[in-house]
């Protein structure tokens, strides 16, 4: 079984000011990890990825997240926001061998204040 | 290239009657799959395809939903009859799908249903 929880459904920062958004995993199995971003309307697009290898990792936009198995942690960060950054992000885990079904957090809504 | 269509984008429908939605996933995509998103959620899968074989579809609630890939491009999921309880944005997905080889999936702008 696995499962993700992201701690904080809404998150508000300054522009300019780091962004991170917390989530922890629970997996039976050696984990892949997800982080998408959802925009008003729209479906989700995969802002990184971790699967093996480098624990940090660089996405899209300025994000990055960090792979910690001790912690069972992979939280998204962001040193300075944009307002565009504003929209729903969504932690996501898998299986690392066979059929990867993906099992989704709840999403954390981040608000960029001007 | 287009991403995946889904249509149509919105759907207002009364209890009792059926609806159906309609996904073509990018050329060249083996898997496909249909989540549904509550509001204030992340999406669940309900089904998922490898080409035209329906393998996982443990979550799909078979008393009143259906779904088909016919030649194992696009798709269709079918409601019948619909409850209030349906209410969601229903997203449709595909990627490569290569066996064990994790390939990213690409999501649809989704089919928000509303059930009066």
């Known amino acids: 079984a696995q499962s993700v929880t992201q701690l904080g459904s809404h998150v508000s920062v300054s522009e300019g000011a780091l962004v991170l958004l917390r989530c922890n995993y629970s997996s039976s199995v050696p984990p892949y990890l997800f982080w998408y971003v959802q925009y008003p309307n729209q479906g989700l697009q995969l802002l990184l990825k971790?699967?093996?290898?480098?624990?940090l990792v660089k996405g899209i936009n300025g994000f990055e997240a960090e792979f910690k198995k001790s912690e069972t942690s992979f939280h998204l960060t962001k040193p300075s926001a944009h307002m565009s950054d504003a929209a729903e992000y969504f932690c996501a885990v898998s299986n690392s061998g066979g059929y990867q079904k993906v099992t989704f957090g709840t999403g954390t809504k981040l608000q960029v204040i001007p | 290239e287009a991403g995946v269509v889904q249509s149509p984008r919105y759907k207002i429908i009364e209890k009792k009657q059926p609806v159906a939605f309609w996904c073509n996933p990018i050329s060249g995509h083996n898997t496909l799959y249909w989540y549904r998103q509550n509001l204030g959620q992340g999406p669940e899968l309900l089904i998922r395809y490898e080409n035209e074989e329906a393998v996982d579809d443990s979550q799909l609630p078979k008393d009143r939903f259906s779904a088909e890939r016919l030649k194992g491009v696009d798709s269709t999921l079918k409601i019948q009859p619909a409850e209030l309880g349906d209410s969601a944005v229903y997203l449709c997905?595909?990627?490569?799908?290569?066996?064990?080889?994790?390939?990213?999936?690409?999501f649809g702008q989704g089919t928000r249903l509303t059930v009066v």
């Open positions: 971790y699967t093996t290898g480098a624990t």
């Open positions: 997905a595909s990627s490569l799908g290569r066996g064990q080889t994790y390939t990213e999936a690409f």
